[in-house]
Structure formats: structure tokens, C-alpha cells
């Protein structure tokens, strides 16, 4: 399975974007994905995760700004964000695990997308 991220750009401070996560093959038994991001000269973070049974879960600096989703009949992910901040400009990833119980053993997931650019201007 491929993951190919789309959506990034530039978008001044308050401003949105939509990322999306394409998959090549069925999300449906994906369980979590999730959206990271790493900015230039910082390591990789989470930004948000969702299950299978769509629960949530966020990083602190990004709680009510930003939500994800998934879309399993277009196997597709997304991350909507509202009132960018310039702290948020980096590359986003999505990722994707095939078990839940694998990637609660080792915390890792199987599939990682490219990456889709985001920089937000203050």
C-alpha cells in the first residue's frame, strides 16, 4: 500500500488547509493512522491519530484547531486545519499501522507517505 499526502501550501496566520491521504488499497482494517509532522531542525511529533472506530486523540498545540478524519470508502485520511499559526509550518506525514495489536507491541507503523509541505506565514 502507498500513502501519497496532498493539500499542503502557503497560508498566512489564521488561515485553513485540507490534507488528505490517498491510499493505494483499502484503509478499512487500518488501525490507528495518524498525521505527524517535523519542522526543519526538529524531530517528527504527532499531531493526531484515529482508530478504526474513529476515536481521537491530538497533540496538545493543535487541540481545537485541528481535526482528523478518515474516509474509508475513498481509503482516504485528512487532517482540516484552522487557525494555522506560523509554529505549525512543516512537513506533514501520514502513517498507517495494518494491526492495532502490532503497533501497540512495537509502535510502529507499517506505511508512511512522502509528505506534503505546509508553511504558514505570519
Known amino acids: 500500500v502507498q500513502l501519497v499526502e496532498s493539500g499542503g501550501g502557503l497560508v498566512q496566520a489564521g488561515g485553513s488547509l485540507r490534507l488528505s491521504c490517498a491510499a493505494s488499497?483499502?484503509?478499512?482494517?487500518?488501525?490507528?493512522m495518524g498525521w505527524y509532522r517535523q519542522a526543519p531542525g526538529k524531530e517528527r511529533e504527532l499531531v493526531a491519530t484515529?482508530?478504526?472506530?474513529?476515536?481521537?486523540n491530538y497533540a496538545d498545540s493543535v487541540k481545537g484547531r485541528f481535526t482528523v478524519s478518515r474516509d474509508n470508502a475513498k481509503n482516504t485520511l485528512y487532517l482540516q486545519m484552522n487557525s494555522l499559526k506560523p509554529d505549525d509550518t512543516a512537513l506533514y506525514y501520514c502513517a498507517a499501522a495494518r494491526s492495532y495489536s502490532d503497533y501497540e507491541k512495537s509502535g510502529e507503523y507499517d506505511y508512511w507517505g512522502q509528505g506534503t509541505q505546509v508553511t504558514v506565514s505570519s
Open positions: 484515529i482508530s478504526r472506530g474513529d476515536s481521537t
Open positions: 488499497g483499502s484503509i478499512f482494517r487500518f488501525n490507528p
